[in-house]
Each structure stands twice: as structure tokens, then as C-alpha cells.
T-cell receptor
Framework: DGGITQSPKYLFRKEGQNVTLSCEQN?????MYWYRQDPGQGLRLIYY???????QKGDIAEGYSVSREKKESFPLTVTSAQKNPTAFYLC??????????????FGPGTRLTVL | AQSVSQHNHHVILSEAASLELGCNYS??????LFWYVQYPGQHLQLLLK????DPLVKGIKGFEAEFIKSKFSFNLRKPSVQWSDTAEYFC?????????????WGLGTSLAVNP
């Protein structure tokens, strides 16, 4: 089945530790995105990548880092510099083909809790 | 500035009631419009989308939305809701070409349907 996988589903970390969230897609999509979802705040864009080895900051990039070494993978690192890291993190992807119309497909999410 | 406004943050309905969730956007140029739904414990998934053509679009599970260009609106409707429609609903807009592939999201509407 084609889709997006995120692991783990739940993640607990101590304050001050960096943590990396995994996102893998087998949809052959070019563009990938990381969002943070907090209650009442909708989806806020952290980082996005439209092509391998290139990525751009979203609206709330501070305290996060990403890499895009492979088309299928777009891991997100939540660093100790992120002041309020406890949240639900969603990964998405889209094709950049002419008829994609930018519809995004989502993974199941990772709920990160920093203790 | 590009933005999406969802008028209702929380909606509570009884089964068989009619539903209309408001969505207004501010975005220059040609737009693609989306409604996504997030059922409890499930992936964020596409409910329906508008790219061009008939402004009344039909989606899954009996939902429909109407694009009114003059009002910059894309309201979601369902004539008779079911308990299983309990979910969070997000409206989103994006551009139609080039590098403009980011989605601009509304804050979401939480719908609770009482049996």
C-alpha cells in the first residue's frame, strides 16, 4: 500500500534532549512537509522540502531542523532550543506534477511529550 | 496577507441536523480549495477539493462545498449529520502554479454530533 509512515506514534523525552521524528513516504512525491498541531491552533508549518537536498523554513522553524537526503525520507529533529516541544507532529507530502493541485497526503502523526 | 478563516470553532449538533461550516479566505490569484477531516485517532484525510469548473463540489460521506468567488468563501455542508461525523474539520487554500505549493490552513472546527 502506498502511503506515509511516521514513527513512533508516541514519544517521550526529557527536557533538554534532542529527538528525531521519522517520516517516510512511498508515494514517489517530490514535496514533503512537517506541521505541528496544537489544540485550537490548526496546523502550523515547520519546514518543507520541494526537492531532495533542499528545504525551506515554514512559519515556526525555530528550534527545529530537518534533512532531505532521500526523496522518500524527511526526518524532523526537535532540538533542546524549542521552548514548547510537546505537541502532535504531522508529516505530509504532495506531488509537484502539473495536475497535483497541491493536494497533500498525511501520515498518522507522532505525539511528542517532553517531561 | 494570505489567510483562511473558519467561523465556527466548536459546533454541537444532534443526529439528522443539517451542517454548514463557514470558510473564508484571503489569497491573490487562482486558488485551489480543500476541506480536510480528522476523525478521532485517525489520519488527516481529504474530504473534498475544488480546482476549477463547477463551484459545487461533492466529497466523501455525503459532504459538499460551494465555492463562491465573489465572497471568497468555500463553505462545507451536509444535509443530515451522523454520530460518525464527529471530527475536526479544516479548510485550506493554496495557489495554482509554480513554487506556490504551501497550504494556508484555517484553525479548524470541532464538530460533535450527539446520537
Amino acid at each position: 500500500d502506498g502511503g506515509i509512515t511516521q514513527s513512533p506514534k508516541y514519544l517521550f523525552r526529557k527536557e533538554g534532549q534532542n529527538v528525531t521524528l521519522s517520516c517516510e513516504q512511498n508515494l514517489n512525491h517530490d514535496a514533503m512537509y512537517w506541521y505541528r498541531q496544537d489544540p485550537g491552533q490548526g496546523l502550523r508549518l515547520i519546514y518543507y522540502s520541494q526537492i531532495v537536498n533542499d528545504f525551506q523554513k515554514g512559519d515556526i522553524a525555530e528550534g527545529y531542523s530537518v534533512s532531505r537526503e532521500k526523496k522518500e525520507s524527511f526526518p524532523l529533529t526537535v532540538t533542546s532550543a524549542q521552548k514548547n516541544p510537546t505537541a502532535f507532529y504531522l508529516c505530509a507530502s504532495t506531488t509537484t506534477g502539473l495536475r497535483s493541485y497541491n493536494e497533500q497526503f498525511f501520515g498518522p502523526g507522532t505525539r511528542l511529550t517532553v517531561l | 496577507a494570505q489567510s483562511v478563516s473558519q467561523h465556527n470553532h466548536h459546533v454541537i449538533l444532534s443526529e439528522a441536523a443539517s451542517l454548514e461550516l463557514g470558510c473564508n479566505y484571503s489569497y491573490g490569484g487562482t486558488v485551489n480549495l480543500f476541506w480536510y477531516v480528522q476523525y478521532p485517532g485517525q489520519h488527516l484525510q481529504l474530504l473534498l477539493k475544488y480546482f476549477s469548473g463547477d463551484p459545487l463540489v461533492k466529497g466523501i460521506k455525503g459532504f459538499e462545498a460551494e465555492f463562491i468567488k465573489s465572497k471568497f468563501s468555500f463553505n462545507l455542508r451536509k444535509p443530515s449529520v451522523q454520530w460518525s461525523d464527529t471530527a475536526e474539520y479544516f479548510c485550506a487554500v493554496t495557489g495554482n502554479a509554480g513554487n506556490n505549493r504551501k497550504l494556508i490552513w484555517g484553525l479548524g472546527t470541532s464538530l460533535a454530533v450527539n446520537p
